[in-house]
């Protein structure tokens, strides 16, 4: 098992940036993925950004170039640098981890991006 915590969400101006944190409650280097999802009012929750512990990363087409994933295993934390931000980007962040079968989700952060 693992708790997952998310931080770093708040509003900021089109074209502005926020680093997202997700503190796991144990050692990740063991988890195989890791992720930042998002769900904005009435729509679907969807995937942002995921990463292997490889480091291996894949992003949805709408934050490729703008958004870069990381994690850092010392600190059992994952990142969602956000750059050049849009209004559409605002959204409840979303953490992720898969632990073999099973799926564990952070409380999530709001991001709100103003025009």
């Known amino acids: 098992q693992v708790q997952l915590v998310e931080s770093g969400g708040g509003l900021v101006q089109a074209g502005g940036s926020l680093r997202l944190s997700c503190a796991a409650s144990r050692n990740i280097v063991t988890i195989n993925s890791m992720g930042w999802y998002r769900q904005a009012p009435g729509k679907q929750r969807e995937l942002v950004a995921t990463?292997?512990?490889?480091?291996?990363?894949n992003y949805a087409d709408s934050v490729k170039g703008r958004f870069t994933i990381s994690r850092d295993n010392a600190k059992n934390t994952l990142y969602l640098q956000m750059n050049s931000l849009k209004p559409e980007d605002t959204a409840v962040y979303y953490c992720?981890?898969?632990?073999?079968?099973?799926?564990?989700w952070g409380q999530g952060t709001q991001v709100t991006v103003s025009s």
């Open positions: 990463i292997t512990k490889g480091l291996s990363t």
């Open positions: 992720r981890a898969t632990i073999v079968w099973d799926i564990y």
